[in-house]
């Protein structure tokens, strides 16, 4: 039973709009949460993390918000570029930094 | 300089053998990782040790065994292989309390037929 969902396995943007990855949670005691970005034949990268304290993150391009009452987090990124074609990943702990339950992906394409 | 590295990148083998992955952190992180990405593109955690001491063990065949001889190294050895073994092994590294985030190596495909 997947307790971290990405419904949305692929998603293709025009570049310089913006980008919304979804992941939906089920599990009301995860309270921390990461994107990562994976590239082909490549191991996954840490983007960005979100505490359930907060509902906005902001690196940069990168805007992670996260909706607790709904179980909802989304990744923005705006303008999208075509270097950030890859696959994204959402990830949730639960009070417990080691053990991180991973979505299974959302291939994004920006078009140039 | 590679953070996290996995050796073999690939791994084809036959049903039954015994093979081992290797992985090394030079980030001197405390907390080493195993995960398998299987063919629905889950990454699923197998493993997790702390300063070398298993802390986190999921519901995995105790055909899979890791060995962690140093902080620096966590390697994977598999007994007796299976069909569905066949996935791609990600190792991982992080510093306990720093947040989360872990560092990933570049994956272990391996496909045993």
């Known amino acids: 039973d997947q307790q971290v969902k990405q419904n949305s396995p692929s998603l293709s943007v025009q570049e310089g709009r913006i980008s919304i990855l979804n992941c939906d949670y089920t599990?009301?005691?995860?309270?921390?949460f990461l994107w990562y970005k994976k590239y082909p034949a490549e191991g996954p990268t840490f983007l960005i993390s979100?505490?359930?304290?907060?509902d906005k993150n902001e690196d940069g391009r990168f805007t992670v918000f996260l909706n607790k009452s709904a179980k909802h987090l989304s990744l923005h990124i705006v303008p999208s570029q075509p270097g950030d074609s890859a696959v994204y990943f959402c990830?949730?702990?639960?009070?417990?930094?080691?053990?991180?339950?991973f979505g299974s992906g959302t291939k994004l394409n920006v078009k140039p | 300089d590679t953070a996290v590295s996995q050796t073999p990148k690939y791994l084809v083998t036959q049903m039954g053998n015994d093979k081992s992955i290797k992985c090394e952190q030079n980030?001197?992180?405390?907390?080493m990782y195993w995960y398998k990405q299987d063919s629905k593109k889950f990454l699923k955690i197998m493993f997790s040790?702390?300063?070398?001491?298993?802390?986190i063990n999921e519901t995995v065949p105790n055909r899979f065994s890791p060995k962690s001889p140093d902080k620096a190294h966590l390697n994977l050895h598999i007994n007796s292989l299976e069909l569905g073994d066949s996935a791609v092994y990600f190792c991982?590294?992080?510093?306990?309390?720093?947040?989360?985030?872990?560092?990933f190596g570049p994956g272990t495909r391996l496909t045993v037929l």
């Open positions: 979100i505490s359930s304290i907060k």
């Open positions: 991982a590294s992080s510093q306990r309390n720093s947040g989360g985030s872990q560092f």
């Open positions: 990830a949730a702990s639960a009070d417990d930094f080691n053990k991180f339950y």
């Open positions: 599990n009301s005691m995860f309270d921390y």
């Open positions: 040790y702390n300063n070398k001491e298993l802390i």
């Open positions: 980030l001197g992180h405390d907390t």
